[in-house]
């Protein structure tokens, strides 16, 4: 397995994994106001 590779599927997870969360935060501040 190549590292690189590894590293850059890694930071692809951590980006999705961070923009739903952002989606999900702004989606319950728009529920809760």
């Known amino acids: ?3 690189k590779a590894l590293k850059y ?3 692809i997870l ?3 994994q961070r923009t739903v ?3 999900i935060t702004k989606m319950e501040a728009g529920f809760i106001a």
Do not use: A, H
């Open 14 to 16: 951590i980006q999705i």
């Open 21 to 23: 969360q952002f989606k």
């Open 1 to 3: 397995m190549d590292i």
């Open 9 to 11: 599927r890694v930071f």
